[in-house]
């Protein structure tokens, strides 16, 4: 069984500059993912999708951040305009809608903004 | 305030040592989970434990909801099980509230 996979897997970019990341879930999985971790903390919730339909974007900073997942199944998360702060990996998940199911993590998308 | 809080933030031990990692959490949840990362390479779910005492190989973990504490019991460790360990909560609408981890090395 094929599992979640991100690219790239690194991006290195100055402030102001734009950087798009890719995911690709497990096949069949309607739920997606999208979060950032930065350097030695927990994984920080973006946003998340049943099939193509946003769930939750509350967390995710409107201003710069886009995500899509237009068919369903592969999703992109966008920074139009990085900061420095935005240095973190980011990492995509998916899983069965619901409880009691396994999330699976893809590799993630380290990312430095200098 | 720290919703998930996990403790020790890290913790050096001996090859064949058992190791104990700590979760208390202030929310609501309906599940605890609990995932293994190790230097560059993805999470990797381990144990999912609703309440009560759960056991995966070496790996024991044991959550009382109403104390709102949940633990991770590692036996007889080994070099690869090195890496960070962390906990999860799992809200009402499925999404996961995550602590900071535990920094787990195991020396020789």
């Known amino acids: 069984e094929a599992g979640v996979t991100q690219s790239p897997r690194y991006a290195v970019l100055q402030e102001g500059q734009a950087v798009s990341f890719w995911c690709d879930p497990i096949?069949?999985?309607?739920?997606l993912y999208w979060y950032q971790q930065p350097r030695d903390q927990g994984p920080q919730l973006l946003v998340y999708?049943?099939?193509?339909?946003?769930?939750?974007n509350s967390q995710l900073p409107s201003d710069r951040f886009s995500a899509v997942r237009p068919k369903g199944t592969n999703s992109t998360l966008k920074i139009q305009s990085a900061k420095q702060g935005d240095t973190a990996t980011y990492l995509c998940?998916?899983?069965?809608?619901?409880?009691?199911?396994?999330?699976?993590f893809g590799a993630g998308t380290r990312l430095s903004v200098l | 305030e720290q919703q998930v809080q996990q403790s020790p933030a890290s913790l050096v031990l001996q090859e064949a040592e058992n190791a104990e990692l700590q979760c208390s959490f202030s929310?609501?949840?309906?599940?605890v989970q609990w995932f293994y990362q190790r230097p560059g390479g993805r999470l990797v779910s381990l144990l999912y434990?609703?309440?009560?005492?759960k056991q995966s190989g070496r790996l024991t973990s044991t959550t009382v909801i109403k104390e709102r504490r949940s633990s991770l019991h590692i036996s007889s460790s080994q070099i690869t099980d090195s890496g960070t360990y962390l906990c999860?909560?799992?809200?009402?609408?499925?999404?996961?509230?995550w602590g900071s981890g535990t920094k787990l090395i195991i020396k020789p």
């Open positions: 999860a909560m799992e809200q009402s609408n499925y999404q996961l509230i």
């Open positions: 929310i609501f949840t309906n599940q």
């Open positions: 434990n609703p309440s009560g005492t």
């Open positions: 096949s069949g999985h309607d739920t």
């Open positions: 999708f049943r099939d193509e339909a946003v769930i939750d």
């Open positions: 998940a998916s899983k069965d809608w619901g409880g009691a199911s396994t999330l699976y």
